[in-house]
C-alpha cells in the first residue's frame, strides 16, 4: 500500500511539472518539425490545419495558467512562435 501511495504522489509531482516554460519556448527553433516540438512541449492544448493550393499550415497552442506558447508551422516546420505570460491579477 505504501509503495503505491509513492507511485501515486510521484505521478502528481510529474503532472505539475509543466513544459510550457521560457526555457522550453527559446529551444523551439525555425525549421524544427511538428514531431520534435511534440517531443518538447507535449501534446498542445489547441491545435488547427488548413491544406491550401499544396501549402499545409497548423497553428498550435500550449496553455497553462503560467503561459501560452503559440507555433505555427507551414508543411510541417516551424515558422513563426510567440510566448505569452498572462496579466498579474
Not at 519556448?25 to 514531431?35: I, Q
Request: glycine share 6%; proline share 6%; charged share 20%.
Amino acid at each position: 500500500m505504501r509503495l503505491r501511495a509513492l507511485a501515486f504522489a510521484a505521478l502528481l509531482a510529474l503532472g505539475a511539472c509543466s513544459k510550457v516554460t521560457q526555457e522550453n519556448f527559446a529551444k523551439v527553433r525555425d525549421g524544427m518539425s511538428e514531431p520534435q516540438v511534440h517531443a518538447l512541449l507535449g501534446p498542445p492544448s489547441e491545435s488547427s490545419s488548413v491544406n491550401v493550393l499544396g501549402l499545409s499550415g497548423t497553428s498550435s497552442r500550449w496553455v497553462t495558467k503560467d503561459a501560452v506558447i503559440a507555433v505555427q508551422f507551414v508543411n510541417g516546420k516551424v515558422r513563426l512562435k510567440n510566448f505569452e505570460k498572462p496579466p498579474i491579477r
